[in-house]
């Protein structure tokens, strides 16, 4: 297990310490995440003349609606990959088939000419 990490980090203005499991420049890119989110909505007028507790509520359900988002989106990639991984299941089994095809149609090909320069020197016997 990693070893717990305590950092300072400054979110709209004001310095906490965060601790957690991940490394210091992960805990600062969440810190610079919230501090980028709370200056897109700090430029709205109307956000700004609301009370710091509705303010608050409404970046944290911009957050979750991120989350939703990103986690919806990494569903439809892992669908599209399952999809891709699918489709390039099914051409490897194809070229399987086909190159078995192709082996069997050059075998009998070999064979018939073989056939066929037998039955030529057989059929070549002059009679004197």
């Not at 210091?24 to 709370?38: D, F, G, M, R, W």
């Not at 489709?87 to 069997?104: P, T």
Request: proline share 1%; no cysteine; net charge neutral.
């Amino acid at each position: 297990m990693s070893s717990k990490t305590d950092t300072e980090v400054i979110i709209n203005g004001k310095v906490y310490t965060l601790s957690g499991y991940e490394s210091e420049e992960y805990l600062q890119k969440v810190a610079s995440y919230i501090n980028n989110k709370i200056n897109e909505y700090s430029k709205i007028d109307s956000f700004r003349r609301l009370p710091l507790d509705t303010q608050n509520v409404l970046l944290q359900l911009n957050v979750a609606d991120d989350y939703f988002k990103a986690k919806k989106q990494i569903s439809l990639l892992e669908e599209e990959l399952q999809t891709k991984e699918k489709e390039l299941y099914d051409l490897k089994h194809e070229l399987i088939s086909s190159q078995i095809r192709l082996e069997n149609a050059e075998n009998a090909a070999k064979q018939a000419k073989k056939d066929s320069k037998g039955n030529d020197s057989k059929n070549n016997h002059t009679v004197k």
